[in-house]
């Protein structure tokens, strides 16, 4: 994993799909100075920036992170948000169903 943004890796990746900077910049939301602040290291990217660089880049968003900084954040795969976001609606299913249950017994 690399320490500090690896500026040369996105500007070849940049390069390789016909991109610049300022693609990144319009992409990310982003003013070209901001960008510029990404690559030089004075700026952090989001879990959302790197899938949006992974996306633009064509790229798995660990690779994006791995050369962004070690303290680049590596969002989430869309199924564990997915699952969890399942399992959350689950569990207050099932506790929805317990009230109803306790209830109707108590009328029983």
């Known amino acids: 994993m690399a320490l500090f943004f690896d500026a040369a890796w996105f500007d070849a990746r940049l390069a390789a799909a016909h ?3 300022s693609d990144v910049a319009r992409a990310l ?3 070209d100075s901001e960008v510029a602040e990404v690559w030089k290291d004075q700026r952090e ?3 959302r920036d790197v899938a949006t660089l992974a996306a633009l880049l064509a790229a ?3 690779e994006i992170a791995q050369h962004a900084g070690i303290s680049t954040p ?3 795969a ?3 948000m997915s699952l969890a976001a399942l399992a959350a609606r689950l569990e207050r299913v099932e506790a929805d169903l317990a009230r109803i249950t306790a209830l109707l017994e ?3």
């Open 19 to 21: 991109l610049t900077r």
């Open 29 to 31: 939301g982003l003013s």
């Open 45 to 47: 990217l989001s879990a």
């Open 60 to 62: 798995a968003p660990q």
């Open 74 to 76: 590596v969002p989430k």
């Open 78 to 80: 869309q199924t564990e």
């Open 106 to 108: 108590r009328r029983s």
